[in-house]
């Protein structure tokens, strides 16, 4: 199963980009990247999916480098309400969810 | 994107009482769901898959019979919290996998339940 580690917490401002690494060093090949968004009291909610090189849709941005050892999940111009918790999470398609180890995730707080 | 609700949002008991929590997917069939439970600041923790017509499967650690698991349709899945006691007190949450228009895989999840057990 495919460990990830990501920074405990990070702090940023309103308006600025933000970049949240997540490192798996033992990623299979068949494997995906998902990341996922967590508010006080409610459930994850997903935010964007990749295999390799960047994706990109209306929220977010994935960049996956060529040995996919790690991935960087960019917000662009965040603001207050993108404080949250973010979870990277590695697992290939058709996994049973006792294969999607949910992380200790990255608590991102957004000041003005 | 697809819509897991679950019911209820809160819920304070006594200890010694049963509590059920409902997990349904709104516009698309779940065949399976699982189960999480969640302290604060920790990450999730499965508890179970959830097969529709068959035996819940359990994670290891986690008591079947206290933790009882019905997924009797397509879209309700069902956990009930029996004779519960404080430590129970949890935030548990479900989630559904929709394997959608996409080929990739995602798990959508139900807004969470928080349980304080007095």
């Known amino acids: 199963l495919a460990k990830t580690t990501q920074p405990i917490s990070m702090d940023s401002y309103e308006g600025q980009e933000v970049n949240i690494t997540c490192s798996h060093n033992n990623i299979a090949t068949n494997d995906y990247i998902t990341w996922y968004q967590q508010f006080p009291s409610q459930g994850p909610r997903f935010i964007i999916q990749g295999y390799k090189t960047k994706v990109t849709n209306e929220v977010a941005s994935l960049f996956i480098p060529a040995d996919r050892k790690s991935s960087t999940l960019s917000l662009p111009r965040v603001s207050l309400s993108d404080t949250a918790v973010y979870y990277c999470l590695v697992a290939p398609p058709g996994s049973s969810a006792s294969k999607i180890i949910f992380g200790s995730g990255t608590r991102l707080s957004i000041r003005p | 994107g697809a819509v897991v609700s679950q019911h209820p949002s809160r819920v304070i008991c006594k200890s010694g009482t049963s509590v059920k929590i409902e997990c349904r997917s709104l516009d698309f069939q779940a065949t399976t769901m699982f189960w999480y439970r969640q302290f604060p600041k920790q990450s999730l923790m499965l508890m179970a898959t959830?097969?529709?017509?068959?035996?819940?499967?359990?994670e290891q650690g986690v008591e079947k019979d206290k933790f009882l698991i019905n997924h009797a349709s397509l879209t309700l899945s069902t956990l009930t919290v029996t004779s519960a006691h404080p430590e129970d007190s949890s935030f548990y949450i479900c989630?559904?996998?929709?394997?959608?228009?996409?080929?990739?895989?995602?798990?959508?999840f139900g807004s969470g339940t928080q349980l304080s057990v007095l």
């Open positions: 959830s097969n529709e017509g068959s035996k819940a499967t359990y």
């Open positions: 989630s559904a996998r929709d394997w959608g228009w996409t080929t990739n895989e995602k798990l959508f």
